[in-house]
């Protein structure tokens, strides 16, 4: 059923440490070029730190567990591309199409390849003023065993309510060298994490704390978006909120609000939301290898 790379196959084989990489942002986060550039990017990030990246796609209906160059390219200029969570994977792979994997689909696939660590974004939570509206990448992090490496959960959603669903779920938050739960775009939301770590060894000693005792589920691990690139809380709210209020009055739901709300939140910070999020990609990729790499050696 999967396809995995063969440079994959062989790190999974004989130990070495694999980062898993989601395709959505590739596919429907960022436009192109740009969406191949940091795709690209990601994957040279990963090798730096001596592991094997290992981007997840399905495409033809067969899930794909890392990528070649030309199949990063389809998904980068693809316009029939399907976002695919995991409750989508079986359609997807019954009527044999393309699809770019969300934070959910890309844990599913990962967990079952026998990767460990992935790297993502933002991952997402509870909607805004819709507090029944949860993503199915939170009930994912409370069942399958993967340490995700990333920036928090998406600003666009109700961060607290999202920290009081994962807490009610058992998932532990870390924060990676901060104290405070990153809100994407800024370095803090001003809601505490569960516990702060400051190396990949501490997050080690959470993880295999956390086998030993058989407690089911994921790791988060929110690293904060570098100073330089981060944007101003108060700027960012001001952008997120008019972009939300746009797309209520243009009557957007379900999985076009999130790519609406963040191409109008580029455009009001005259693009510099975009370069933070490509920052915060860098940064979660190279913890997440980081932590693969500290894995391995244990």
């Not at 001003?190 to 790791?219: C, H, N, S, Y």
């Not at 988060?220 to 960012?236: G, N, Q, R, Y």
Request: one cysteine or more; proline letters at 5%; charged letters at 20%.
């Amino acid at each position: 059923m999967f396809h995995v790379k063969p440079e994959v196959a062989d790190a999974l084989t004989t130990g070495r440490p694999v980062v898993a990489l989601e395709s959505t942002l590739i596919s429907h986060g960022l436009a192109y070029p740009i969406n191949l550039e940091i795709a690209r990017e990601l994957e040279e990030i990963v090798r730096s730190e001596a592991a094997v990246p290992a981007t997840i796609a399905i495409l033809d209906g067969k899930p794909q567990i890392g990528l070649r160059d030309a199949s990063l390219e389809r998904l980068a200029r693809g316009s029939n591309i399907k976002k695919v969570s995991r409750r989508d994977i079986p359609v997807v792979a019954a009527f044999r199409l393309d699809g770019a994997t969300t934070v959910a689909a890309t844990m599913y696939l990962a967990h079952k390849a026998g990767i460990r660590v992935f790297a993502t974004g933002g991952i997402g939570g509870v909607h805004r003023e819709h507090p029944f509206d949860v993503s199915a990448d939170l009930p994912e992090l409370a069942q399958t065993p993967v340490i995700v490496t990333c920036a928090g959960a998406k600003s666009l959603l109700d961060l607290s309510l999202t920290l009081e669903w994962l807490e009610t779920h058992g998932v532990t938050v870390l924060g990676y060298g901060t104290d405070d739960f990153p809100a994407f775009y800024s370095r803090t939301s001003g809601l505490p994490v569960d516990a702060r770590v400051d190396t990949p060894e501490d997050v080690k000693r959470v993880w295999f704390a956390k086998q030993e005792i058989g407690l089911a589920g994921g790791l988060l691990v929110a690293v904060p978006v570098s100073a330089d690139a981060a944007l101003v809380a108060s700027e960012a709210e001001l952008a997120i909120q008019a972009a939300l209020d746009a797309a209520d009055l243009q009557g957007i739901t379900g999985k076009a609000v999130t790519p609406f709300v963040l191409a109008r939140v580029a455009h009001q910070t005259k693009g510099r939301s975009v370069q933070a999020n490509l920052a915060l990609l860098r940064n979660n990729a190279r913890v997440a290898a980081r932590i693969a790499v500290s894995l391995a050696e244990a």
